[in-house]
Every structure is written in structure tokens, then in C-alpha cells.
């Protein structure tokens, strides 16, 4: 995930390049809304023991950093263990130029779940880990464990992965795991004129090539950042404003189900992350559910954030179950 200069309201990008709506105000606010009544529905029970090997699996590797052979047997890991949970697999292999001038090799991993279904729900999760910990006082240049940005949310897509294959999806109703590649391989502060499309790199090219082609989806839900002890969900507001019942959909589902201490009902600025490129090129509405800390010194991230610190030690498990529940709600209760 980005640094602190992509904190935005809304972005110069959407703004130039999305349909109008009302804008909200890029500050922090807080609600009085009250959830609805809890809904008796059949969801099965979200492992967050399993979503936390998943996690735990993927830094094993080491930092899963572009044209390394770490991000390369990582990905191998990910195609394999999507497939072995009865996911139809999409693979998109592309180059992309990095903003140093370094050609990446790079893979976006789609696993789709009842495909014929003609309604479809894209959840995401970027696989890679940044390529320096920029922000550490501590060996700023080499590369982090990524525990919590970039493997939290594909270890509780693994985890759904494996519930819909014990729990098949019936109907008109399908699923699309996707992780995107090349997310975090973004300019550093120091290095130059800030670039904001240096970032983001993996959901750019599929939102402009399509795979598979022509594939659209009813909505989305990005994850990011969403494994961490003690971290509460705000409301995005580039996903309040291009996604707003995709939005409100999500944190009334946690509030009824219990974790209305994870999804407060409360606003935070808007960041371009991998459903801005979603949302402008792929026209798919889709909401970020991303870690917000206002009293951080970076005023959006945890203190971890792109540090040597994010790794296992921030990882925990009633998080990741918080959001993976949340999420796998969404998606069993989908009609």
C-alpha cells in the first residue's frame, strides 16, 4: 500500500475521469447510525487459524518483491493453491515498467467460483511486498516481510477460497478472487516529483486488458492492510462516493454480525488504491476496506506501514476474522 502523499479526496484522477456525484469533504467524521436486526442466515464459520498460515505461509517466502525468485515461487503457491480449492484460473502475465525504469515481470492471479453464475462478486487483495521498507529509520532501501500489507488480505482470500469449496455457491451467484500484482512497487517520497501512477501497477493493466475479456462484475471489495492488532475499518470516501451501497452493504453486514468495533460507522479521506483503477477503467464499483489510524504519524496508516515492522508480530488472528467473516457474509447471503 501507497504512501502517505496518496491520501486523497477522491484524487485529480477520479475526478477527471468519473462520472459526477456528490463529493464529501475529505475529514474524518463520525455517525450515529445503528446497525439493523442480526439476520438468521446459513454462513459457515470463517478460520481464522487458517487464515493466519496463509498469511504466515506467504512471508515463509520472504518478501515477495517483483523479478525476485521469492515472488516468483509465492505466485507459483498462490496459482496452485487457488486451483487445488476447485477455483477456475485466470492468469495474466504482463511486463510494466516501474517508475526507477525497471522492467517488472508480473502475474495477476484470478481464481473464479461458480463461473457460469451470471452474477459476480470480485474480491481482491494485491500479493506483492514492496521493494523498501522507505519509511523505517533502519535498512530503508531493502524490502519488507509484508505480513500485514499485502498478505493479510490474500491470506483470508485463501481462507474463503477454501470455504467455497466445502460451501459450493448455488445459482446465479459467482465469485472472482483476484490478486493483483505490482501494487506496492510505488515511487519513494525521495526520489523525485511525486508520481501517483507508479503504484498500483497490477490492477491498472487488468482494468485496461481485461482477463477474461469482457469480464465485469455486479461489485467489488478490495482488502488491504487488513490483518493488524487493534485496526478499525473507516468508510473510504472514494468507495463512499463511487460505491456507496457496496459500502454500506459491508459495515452494516460486521455491525450484525459483531464487529461493529472493527467497522465503526465513520468516514476517513479518500487514498487511490487498487479500486481506483477498478472503479475508473473497469467501471465495476467496488469498496476498499483498508486499516485507518488517524492518530498515526502518517495520519492514514499504522506505524508499521512500509517499516521492517510489518511483519508476523502485527498479524492477528480475531482481525483477520472480523474481516473475513464480514466478507464471507457478504457473499453467502448474496441473492
Not at 477522491?10 to 475529505?26: D, I, V
Not at 501512477?197 to 462484475?217: E, F, H, I, R, V
Not at 468516514?267 to 476496506?289: C, E, F, K, L, W
Request: charge should be negative.
Amino acid at each position: 500500500m501507497k504512501n502517505n502523499m496518496k491520501v486523497l479526496a477522491l484524487g485529480l484522477l477520479l475526478a477527471a475521469s468519473l462520472p459526477a456525484c456528490e463529493k464529501k469533504t475529505n475529514t474524518e467524521t463520525a455517525t450515529t447510525e445503528q446497525p439493523a436486526a442480526k439476520a438468521s442466515v446459513n454462513v459457515p464459520a470463517f478460520n481464522a487459524d487458517s487464515a493466519y498460515q496463509f498469511v504466515a505461509q506467504q512471508v515463509a517466502f520472504g518478501p515477495r518483491v517483483p523479478n525476485t525468485p521469492e515472488h516468483r515461487a509465492c505466485g507459483d503457491f498462490l496459482i496452485q493453491k487457488l486451483e487445488s480449492y476447485g477455483g477456475t484460473m485466470q492468469v495474466q502475465s504482463f511486463t510494466a515498467k516501474a517508475y526507477d525504469g525497471t522492467s517488472l515481470n508480473l502475474r495477476n492471479i484470478m481464481a473464479q467460483f461458480n463461473p457460469k453464475a451470471g452474477k459476480r462478486i470480485l474480491l481482491a487483495a494485491h500479493w506483492d511486498t514492496r521493494h523498501v521498507a522507505d519509511k523505517d529509520q533502519q535498512n530503508p532501501t531493502k524490502p519488507m516481510d509484508g505480513a500485514n500489507d499485502g498478505a493479510s488480505g490474500v491470506g483470508i482470500l485463501l481462507e474463503i477460497a477454501r470455504q467455497l469449496q466445502a460451501n459450493p455457491l448455488t445459482g446465479n451467484v459467482g465469485v472472482d478472487l483476484m490478486l493483483f500484482d505490482g501494487e506496492d512497487y510505488g515511487q519513494p517520497d525521495n526520489t523525485g516529483p511525486y508520481k501517483e501512477d507508479t503504484w498500483c501497477l497490477g490492477s491498472q493493466y487488468w482494468a485496461k486488458n481485461l482477463l477474461p475479456k469482457g469480464y465485469t462484475a455486479n461489485y467489488g471489495i478490495l482488502l488491504d492492510m487488513v490483518g493488524a492488532k487493534g485496526s478499525r475499518f473507516a468508510r473510504e470516501e472514494t468507495s463512499r462516493a463511487y460505491a456507496g451501497d457496496v459500502v454500506e452493504k459491508v459495515w452494516r453486514t460486521a455491525n450484525q454480525i459483531g464487529y461493529s468495533d472493527y467497522f465503526p460507522f465513520q468516514d476517513s479521506p479518500g487514498i487511490t488504491d487498487d479500486h481506483t483503477y477498478v472503479i475508473q477503467h473497469a467501471n465495476i464499483r467496488m469498496a476498499d476496506i483498508i486499516a485507518y489510524d488517524p492518530t498515526s504519524p502518517d495520519g492514514f496508516f499504522g506505524p508499521y506501514h512500509h517499516r521492517h515492522t510489518d511483519n508476523l508480530d502485527v498479524i492477528d488472528r480475531n482481525t483477520l476474522k472480523a474481516v473475513g467473516q464480514t466478507v464471507l457474509h457478504v457473499v453467502m447471503t448474496e441473492e
